[in-house]
C-alpha cells in the first residue's frame, strides 16, 4: 500500500487519494446493460435462457430450482456448518426483530388524530452474487428482515450453478422458490417478469458493475421494481493509533481486499512506525491467501495515510464515507460521536469487520462508493414502508378547517378550499 502524509497534501491532492477506482466506462456499461434489459422485456424467458448460456455457461431449459435441490443440499452439508449458519440465524433475527416500531397515533389538535402505521412490501426478490465464494450469509441477511417484516412472497436469484450451503441458508429462511439465473439478466427478469420469473416489488442484493447499472435502470422504468440501495464494490477504512495490534489490522484489510480487485482499503493511522508495521502485516498475511492475486490487485489502488491526530482521522474518514469502519485505537467509543459517514462501525480490537459479515447479528448489505453520507444500512425498514393516517372529527373540523381554508385560497386551490367549506356550511346547518 502506497502511503502518504495527509498535511502535506494540497486539497486537492487529499480528494484525489480518497476517490474509489474507476468503474467500468458509464456509458459503454449502461448501453450493454440496457440491450440486456429490452431482450428480456421483448423476450422473456428466451432471452433469460439464451443469456444464462453466454453469461454463466449453462444450458437450461427452466430456471426455477426443483424441490428436490433443497434436500440435496441438507443433506450434502455438514451439521456443524448447519449449527453455525442457525447460530448467525439466530443472531441476526434478534438484531433486526428488535427493529420492530410500534404504531404512532398523535392527536395534534382536539379532534384531530394522526397515525403511522407499517406494511410489509408484498413481493421482494433476493439476489445473491455467484463467482468464486458462495455468499449465504447474504442470503441470511435479506431472508432475515424480509420474513419478520411479513413479506409475502420471497424469491432468491443467484447465478448457475448455486451452492448447496445457498440453497440451505434460504431454507433455513423459508425461501421456497429460487431462480437458477444471474447477472443483469436475472435482475431485470426479477424487475420486470418473464413467463417463469413472477415479479417482484423490490429487488435487494449486492452485485458487480451490471447487476448495480441493471439494478438502477430497472428502478427507473414505469413499471419496474424498486431496489434497496445504490452500490459499488466493498472497502473498509481502520483508524488505528500506536495502541493496535498490526496484524489484527492487516488481516481487516485484507478481509475486503479480497472481496475483488476493485476493493478498497485505507488505513488512517497516527503513527508512521504502526503503518509500517502494518505494511509488514500485510505482506506476511498476504503470501498465505488463497486470494492473495485478488487481494494485491486491491492493495494496488489502496492507501495508508498518515494523520497529526485522531481528531484529523475522523475528519479524513468522514470525507472517505466508507462502507465498513473499524475503530483500533486506545478509547474507540470516544470517536464515535463525531462519526457520521458510515455504513457500519466496528468499535475495538476484538471486533473484527468478519463479525459483522457473518454472525454479529447487524446487516453486512451496506452503502458503498460514498452512499453512507445519504443512504443507511439495510434493516428492517427497507421491506416495509410506512403509511399515515388521519381522522378528522365533527370538532376538529370545526377547529381546524378554517385554517385549512385560508390556506388553500392563499394558494390560489379553489377545490381544496370547496372540499372544507363545503363540510362546514353542512356543520353549520345542522346545528
Known amino acids: 500500500m502506497r502511503t502518504v502524509v495527509w498535511n502535506e497534501l494540497t486539497t486537492e491532492k487529499q480528494a484525489e487519494i480518497l476517490q474509489r477506482p474507476v468503474q467500468m466506462s458509464a456509458e459503454s456499461l449502461e448501453s450493454r446493460v440496457r440491450a440486456i434489459g429490452e431482450a428480456i422485456e421483448t423476450e422473456g424467458d428466451a432471452a433469460l435462457l439464451r443469456f444464462t448460456a453466454q453469461f454463466d455457461g449453462t444450458e437450461l431449459t427452466e430456471v426455477l430450482l426443483p424441490p428436490s435441490a433443497f434436500a440435496a443440499a441438507e443433506q450434502n452439508l455438514s451439521d ?4 453455525a449458519l ?8 434478534q438484531f433486526h426483530k428488535a427493529q420492530q416500531t410500534p404504531p404512532i397515533t398523535v392527536e395534534t389538535q382536539k379532534g384531530v388524530v394522526c397515525e403511522v402505521v407499517t406494511r410489509p412490501i408484498e413481493k421482494v426478490g433476493l439476489y445473491i452474487p455467484g463467482g468464486t465464494a458462495p455468499l449465504f450469509s447474504t442470503v441470511l441477511m435479506l431472508a432475515i428482515p424480509a420474513q419478520i417484516a411479513g413479506c409475502q412472497r420471497i424469491v432468491l436469484a443467484s447465478p448457475p450453478t448455486i451452492a448447496d450451503e445457498i440453497i440451505y441458508a434460504a431454507k433455513l429462511c423459508g425461501i421456497d422458490t429460487i431462480y437458477t439465473m ?44 424498486a431496489i434497496d440501495m445504490p452500490a459499488g464494490p466493498s472497502e473498509v477504512l481502520v483508524i488505528a493509533d500506536d495502541s493496535a495490534d498490526p496484524d489484527f489490522v492487516a488481516s481487516d484489510l485484507l478481509s475486503q481486499a479480497e472481496h475483488g480487485a476493485d476493493s478498497q482499503v485505507i488505513l488512517v493511522t497516527t503513527s508512521q512506525e504502526m503503518a509500517e508495521r502494518v505494511n509488514a502485516a500485510l505482506d506476511y498475511w498476504l503470501a498465505r491467501l488463497s486470494r492473495k492475486d485478488v487481494a494485491t490487485e486491491s492493495l494496488r489502488h489502496s492507501t495508508t495515510i498518515i494523520v497529526d491526530d485522531l481528531t484529523e482521522a475522523v475528519r479524513v474518514s468522514n470525507q472517505y464515507a466508507p462502507e465498513h469502519l473499524i475503530l483500533q485505537t486506545q478509547a474507540p467509543r470516544d470517536l464515535l460521536p463525531s462519526i457520521q459517514h458510515a455504513g457500519s462501525v466496528f468499535v475495538g480490537q476484538y471486533s473484527p469487520e468478519s463479525m459483522g459479515d457473518y454472525a454479529s447479528g447487524t446487516n453486512h448489505v451496506l452503502p458503498t462508493y460514498g452512499y453512507a453520507k445519504t443512504v443507511s444500512s439495510l ?27 385560508l390556506l388553500a385560497e392563499k394558494e390560489l386551490l379553489d377545490a381544496h378550499k370547496l372540499a372544507v367549506d363545503l363540510r362546514l356550511e353542512k356543520v353549520k346547518e345542522r346545528a
Do not use: C, H, W
Not at 442457525?86 to 433475527?93: Q, R
Not at 434493516?379 to 370538532?395: C, N, V
Open 182 to 225: 444471474g447477472g443483469a439478466q436475472a435482475t431485470f427478469a426479477l424487475g420486470l417478469g418473464t413467463e417463469q420469473v413472477e415479479k417482484v416489488d423490490k429487488i435487494f442484493g449486492p452485485g458487480n458493475s451490471y447487476v448495480t447499472e441493471a439494478k438502477r435502470q430497472v428502478s427507473q422504468r414505469v413499471n419496474g421494481a
Open 379 to 405: 434493516g428492517l425498514a427497507d421491506f416495509s414502508k410506512r403509511m399515515t393516517i388521519q381522522e378528522i372529527s365533527e370538532e376538529g373540523l370545526k377547529a381546524l378547517g378554517p385554517i385549512v381554508s
Open 80 to 83: 456443524e456448518f448447519k449449527a
Open 86 to 93: 442457525k447460530n448467525a440465524y439466530d443472531n441476526i433475527y
